[in-house]
């Protein structure tokens, strides 16, 4: 499935002060742009060596030692590219931001082995095939819309990883929900997978933490428009969370219970919401530090028109809306 690649030897001397450190804690910081997990895997096998033996990552280094890698990249040929089309919003040698549409799957996996969107980055940005799962750092959902940041060397997805583990990189979504929400809040309940359903996610006791901030943009006799926040990625996070709540987001196949029609509903209302067939989700603005120039850049996207279209139907409907703020 993948064959290794073999670059130019690295060489470099350990510091006299780190004597007495971890072998694994020296090489994070003389290769930075290695991850630790990486960088232990190459001590097992046999990529390092220390003053021509080879260590073990928990060895401990007497300072001015010569360091000898050898670093090698996967070349993943499982996943062919494809030409799909990308909205592609920012790219540079370092990163690719992408607006990805509703019904494509992020990555290959059993019942979608081709038309995912790192077939479609593998095709975009060939050297992306020397990335594990293609620079991808993050998902969304089959039929979430949105921005997603892809790394385009191993450098950059090392350094967006470690963002999204600090969580320092800004994910701000729009989504449409069942019911009307008078007020902002914070979600604070655990995620983890449903005790009967495996592939469904649930608020679970033993779950992982998660925290989801919302506000409301517009309210209306039925739904309500909010602007979502994430501390954390839990997967399904927004979805369990408000579906939690009681408050699922409209269309939502898995956490969205039976259809509602309110009772007032127009015809046109109605027909929208049985002919909306997904959640009503949206990753609209994306912030982060570049992993080159370490600027903070920032990124956003309107809805896509089958929400936007939703949205502009609900305002004619209800006369009576209060907008609280328009995004």
Not at 17 to 33: P, Y
Not at 108 to 124: F, I, R, S, V
Not at 187 to 216: C, F, N, Q, S
Request: glycine share 6%.
């Amino acid at each position: 499935m993948t064959k290794q690649i073999k670059d130019e030897a690295l060489i470099k001397q350990i510091d006299p002060a780190m004597a007495g450190f971890r072998l694994d804690h020296c090489l994070q910081q003389l290769f930075s742009e290695y991850s630790r997990a990486r960088l232990q895997k190459w001590v097992k096998e046999g990529k390092i060596s220390v003053d021509g033996r080879l260590p073990r990552s928990k060895d401990k280094v007497l300072g001015g030692e010569t360091i000898v890698l050898i670093p090698e990249v996967e070349i993943q040929k499982r996943w062919q590219p494809e030409a799909i089309d990308l909205d592609i919003v920012y790219e540079d040698e370092a990163v690719i931001v992408l607006n990805k549409p509703a019904g494509l799957v992020v990555h290959p996996a059993a019942g979608n082995q081709q038309g995912t969107l790192l077939n479609a980055l593998l095709h975009h940005a060939p050297e992306l095939n020397a990335i594990p799962r293609a620079g991808i750092v993050h998902r969304l959902d089959k039929n979430t819309t949105g921005l997603m940041v892809v790394a385009r060397t191993l450098t950059a997805q090392k350094n967006l990883v470690e963002q999204l583990q600090a969580r320092s990189v800004t994910r701000e979504y729009l989504s449409l929900v069942v019911g009307t929400i008078i007020a902002g809040g914070t979600l604070e309940w655990p995620v983890g997978r449903h005790r009967v359903d495996r592939k469904r996610m649930a608020v679970i006791e033993e779950g992982k933490p998660a925290m989801t901030h919302y506000r409301v943009l517009e309210r209306y006799t039925h739904h309500t428009y909010l602007r979502v926040n994430l501390s954390t990625g839990r997967t399904h996070q927004i979805r369990v969370h408000l579906s939690h709540m009681n408050h699922p987001l409209v269309g939502d196949p898995v956490y969205g219970g039976r259809l509602r029609i309110p009772k007032q509903a127009s015809d046109e209302l109605a027909n929208c919401l049985r002919g909306f067939r997904r959640q009503a989700l949206h990753a609209g603005r994306l912030k982060f530090v570049h992993p080159v120039t370490q600027n903070e850049v920032e990124f956003s996207r309107p809805v896509a028109k089958d929400m936007a279209d939703m949205l502009d139907i609900m305002r004619e409907h209800d006369a009576d809306q209060k907008v609280v703020k328009r995004f």
